[in-house]
């Protein structure tokens, strides 16, 4: 099975998670300002991506623009990755493509350190993605500890590119906000995304 054949209820049982929902659980997440090449990349993109439909194209117009912004907010001291394999536990089926990993370590070059899964949402619902997303998400927890990363909480996001919703991972505690933010929201999604770097939110 690989990260994709994940469902939520799957996932939650597979690895005996504890999951809490709540409503605005970053909320309180202090918000960062787009730059204005983001803003204007965004007016321009956010409606041929929507025009396409397809996930690539959200992804590629919306979702990677977003993570170069989040990048260079902490002056390229973090790095992200798209499309790579992230093999991590075969036992546990934990294998497969992830759409999009935030590392701690600026490395471009090679994943050191994932705090972040990005999952691009099915059928245009975020909630289809969760699955997936917790899944990596425990995956990059492992991968974690087996290198000594003291990185304690993992956090998530299945998202359309003008849809996100968000979750965070700690020990065996899955936590998902049930209030999705929209892209009109560009600066609390960058706050939120800058929170999970600092292991705030």
């Known amino acids: 099975m690989a990260y994709s054949n994940f469902t939520l209820e799957s996932v939650e049982a597979a690895f005996q998670l504890e999951v809490v929902e709540s409503a605005g659980l970053f909320a309180a997440t202090v918000p960062v300002a787009p730059s204005p090449h983001l803003t204007t990349a965004l007016a321009k993109k956010t409606a041929l991506a929507t025009a ?35 093999n991590v536990d075969a036992a546990n089926e934990l294998t497969g493509v992830c759409d999009f990993l935030v590392s701690l ?35 990059a927890q492992r991968f974690n500890a087996e290198r000594g990363n003291d990185i304690p909480r993992i956090y998530g996001a299945s998202t359309t590119g003008t849809e996100w919703l968000f979750l965070k991972l700690e020990a065996q505690s899955l936590h998902i906000d049930i209030n999705p933010y929209q892209l009109s929201q560009c600066d609390k999604i960058l706050g939120i995304l800058a929170a999970m770097v600092e292991q705030k939110a």
């Open 52 to 86: 396409i439909g397809t996930e690539k194209a959200r992804s590629e117009l919306i979702v990677a623009d977003i993570l170069v912004e989040l990048r260079e907010h902490f002056d390229c001291r973090i790095s992200f990755f798209s499309g790579i394999d992230f």
């Open 105 to 139: 370590s600026p490395r471009q070059s090679l994943l050191k350190a994932p705090v972040i899964a990005l999952v691009e949402a099915k059928n245009v619902d975020v909630r289809q993605g969760q699955g997936q997303c917790v899944a990596e998400m425990i995956a």
